[in-house]
């Protein structure tokens, strides 16, 4: 069965960066396309962007341009969202969430969300 | 950018009662690239629909999706207790972002 697990809450002061990990199981890793969503406490969902995993190829949302990247290790079918010079207002769980086919680019499964909090 | 508009924000109503949730699009959503999500306190957001009417894997079939071009409905037939939480629209077509929409509280009256 499809299985993302990210890694754990994370705190970061203002203007650091931080990294969020992203394990996939159960599925060929390469053969779908993985987003980044984020919910900011009491709030809704915000899509960041995607990657490709097998080309590595990105696409990010306009308001996060220049300040994240998304990687992947195929070795160990892991995503990664890096977001740099955190404020206050990314405070947030943030989701990884694959696309529930190749045709279908909804997101079918999600991670269970790491928390970062971004406080001096 | 496509904006998505839900309506209302919060819905109050008993189990049993029928729910009419409605997602309006600022411009045409490109080949019913439509889904609905559904999310309770502290999980994350579970797929519902997907194409504007197709139910994903594992959901009852009191949910149903409906619509095109901008305006799009999620309707639950009849509402089982564990059916009050928050749901989304969130289009994915061909042009990101891939926006959500802001969420409508379906909560118990």
């Known amino acids: 069965q499809v299985q993302l697990v990210q890694s754990g809450a994370e705190v970061k002061k203002p203007g650091a960066s931080v990294k969020v990990s992203c394990k996939a199981s159960?599925?060929?890793?390469?053969?779908?396309?993985m987003h980044w969503v984020r919910q900011a406490p009491g709030q809704g969902l915000e899509w960041m962007g995607w990657i490709n995993p097998n080309s590595g190829g990105t696409n990010y949302a306009q308001k996060f341009q220049g300040r994240v990247t998304m990687t992947r290790d195929t070795s160990i079918s892991t995503a990664y969202m890096e977001l740099s010079r955190l404020r206050s207002d990314d405070t947030a769980v943030y989701y990884c969430?694959?696309?529930?086919?190749?045709?279908?680019?909804?997101?079918?499964?999600w991670g269970q969300g790491t928390l970062v909090t971004v406080s001096s | 950018e496509i904006v998505l508009t839900q309506s209302p924000g919060t819905l109050s109503l008993s189990p049993g009662e029928r729910a009419t949730l409605s997602c309006r699009a600022s411009q045409s959503v490109s080949s019913s690239y439509l889904a609905w999500y559904q999310q309770k306190p502290g999980q994350a957001p579970r797929l519902l629909i997907y194409g504007a009417s197709s139910r994903a894997t594992g959901i009852p079939d009191r949910f149903s999706g409906s619509g095109s071009g901008t305006d799009f409905t999620l309707t639950i037939s009849r509402l089982e207790p564990e059916d009050f939480a928050v749901y989304y629209c969130?289009?994915?077509?061909?042009?990101?972002?891939?926006?959500f929409g802001g969420g409508t509280k379906v909560e118990i009256k």
């Open positions: 969430a694959r696309v529930l086919t190749t045709v279908t680019p909804a997101s079918g499964y």
């Open positions: 969130q289009q994915y077509g061909s042009s990101p972002p891939n926006t």
């Open positions: 159960g599925y060929t890793f390469t053969g779908y396309y």
